[in-house]
């Protein structure tokens, strides 16, 4: 059973440019997370999609923006980059969102602005 | 204040060793609380989850909550040089979103 699939594994871009990465869940799996991890704040929570609807969000401003499709593939932007935004996203999938916390994540999407 | 708190660590210690590894947290809402262990260059995995208060063991590995000192554990029994990597306390109410310590760097020395 293949995992979490991300893409890019790795990219750099320039400040002001916009970055569009993706994740493939886990076959079945409908629920889909996005978290961003840096060495000074951890793991911070971006947002869910469950059923190509929105569920949940996290503190970041607007330039972060997502979606997700019919199949349960997502993508996840970034507009107007900032220096601060590098970093790496992970992408986490579970079949329903249910409470039990259980997140499959995949390899991560390492983001370097300059 | 953040709404978990846990030591970065590093934490080294000789293979096995007992290994303890704890978090606080501020929101009494939480209810449901994870271990997540995460090897360099990889996504973190799920260990070990339990609801509400009380122990958990999974062969080498017990969580411990306790929700009234709002403190969680996670022991680590003989502990080996696999072992080694930074372990991610989460939290979660009744919403969908994890709540993720810091994570502690852990290095089991053979």
């Known amino acids: 059973k293949a995992g979490v699939t991300q893409t890019p594994r790795y990219l750099i871009k320039t400040r002001g440019q916009q970055v569009t990465l993706s994740c493939s869940p886990i076959?079945?799996?409908?629920?889909v997370s996005w978290y961003q991890q840096t060495p000074g704040q951890g793991l911070q929570f971006l947002f869910e999609?469950?059923?190509?609807?929105?569920?949940n969000k996290g503190n970041f401003p607007g330039r972060f923006s997502g979606r997700q499709f019919s199949n349960s593939r997502s993508e996840m932007n970034v507009s107007t980059l900032e220096l601060g935004d590098s970093a790496l996203y992970l992408c986490?999938?579970?079949?329903?969102?249910?409470?039990?916390?259980?997140?499959?994540f995949g390899e991560g999407s390492r983001l370097t602005v300059l | 204040q953040k709404e978990v708190e846990q030591d970065p660590g590093p934490l080294s210690v000789p293979e096995g060793a007992i290994v303890s590894l704890n978090c606080t947290y501020s929101?009494?809402?939480?209810?449901?609380f994870m271990w997540y262990r995460q090897y360099s260059r990889k996504g973190p995995e799920l260990l070990m989850y339990?609801?509400?208060?009380g122990n958990k063991e999974d062969g080498r590995f017990t969580a411990q909550v306790d929700k009234s000192s709002k403190y969680i554990s996670l022991f680590i029994r003989d502990s080996q040089p696999s072992d080694s990597a930074t372990y991610l306390c989460?939290?979660?109410?009744?919403?969908?979103?994890?709540?993720f310590g810091s994570g502690t760097r852990l290095l089991v020395r053979p």
């Open positions: 986490a999938s579970s079949k329903s969102g249910s409470n039990t916390g259980e997140l499959f």
């Open positions: 076959s079945g799996h409908r629920s």
């Open positions: 999609y469950f059923s190509e609807t929105q569920r």
């Open positions: 929101n009494s809402a939480f209810q449901y």
């Open positions: 339990t609801y509400s208060s």
């Open positions: 989460a939290m979660q109410d009744s919403s969908y979103k994890l709540i």
